[in-house]
């Protein structure tokens, strides 16, 4: 099965400031990666599908890239309503898996 | 506006058994495979099922393998998880997810468009 390792654990950041974001995968996953954001109390919303597209409602400033391993979310202004916890999930292969996740806190 | 509304969860004995079910509404339902996610502090997010839009196959996380079964109904709008033998690491919030990417017979590599607000499962004694 393919693992998916986050990094950093933990950012700390301020509003307005750049948010980069890690996701390493054990094997290529070609660009078959989403990111999901999730708040406190709330179910994960996707961001980014296909490891670059942008879902339906979701701000210009959330941004990924990358293929094979090696994945980036970037958030390129930080909103007071972005600081939450941010997940990876690849669906190269069967079982989709998630990493184990990125919050992003207030500094 | 898509709506997943999951019921069932409650207090469980190890051994045991529980249904959950997942009320679909604002799509239509027939066209999606459906999927089952599970959530815990400790263990994080697991993809536990999924179903392809036209009911072919049936997909399952080993930790479930022959223990749950995944089925809809599109009659219905009504996607359901039975769990039998219970045990404790089965605890979790459950996600009812309306897939996205490529579900069908042969293969599945969903992601997860549309989740509801989840069900919580807890096996104890």
């Known amino acids: 099965e393919i693992v998916l390792t986050q990094s950093p654990a933990t950012l700390s950041l301020s509003p307005g400031e750049r948010a980069t974001l890690s996701c390493r995968a054990s094997q290529s996953v070609s660009t078959y990666l989403a990111w999901y954001q999730q708040k406190p109390g709330h179910a994960p919303r996707i961001l980014i599908y296909d490891a670059s597209n942008r879902a339906a409602g979701i701000p210009a400033r959330f941004s990924g890239s990358g293929s094979g391993t090696d994945f980036t979310l970037t958030i390129s202004s930080l909103e007071p309503e972005d600081f939450a916890v941010y997940y990876c999930?690849?669906?190269?292969?069967?079982?989709?898996?998630f990493g184990q996740g990125t919050k992003v806190e207030i500094k | 506006e898509v709506q997943l509304l999951e019921s069932g969860g409650g207090l469980v004995q190890p051994g045991g058994s529980l249904r959950l079910s997942c009320a679909a509404s604002?799509?239509?339902?027939?066209?999606?495979?459906m999927n089952w996610v599970r959530q815990t502090p400790r263990r994080g997010l697991e993809w536990v099922s999924a179903?392809?839009?036209?009911?072919?196959?049936?997909y399952y996380a080993d930790s479930v393998k022959g223990r749950f079964t995944i089925s809809r109904d599109d009659s219905t709008n009504t996607l359901s998880l039975q769990m039998n033998s219970l045990r404790a690491e089965d605890t979790a919030l459950y996600y009812c997810v309306k897939g996205g990417g490529y579900c069908h017979s042969t293969n599945c590599l969903p992601r997860g468009d549309h989740w509801g607000q989840g069900t919580l499962v807890t096996v104890s004694s």
């Open positions: 604002g799509f239509t339902f027939s066209d999606y495979a």
């Open positions: 999930q690849q669906r190269s292969s069967w079982p989709p898996a």
């Open positions: 179903v392809p839009a036209d009911g072919s196959n049936t």
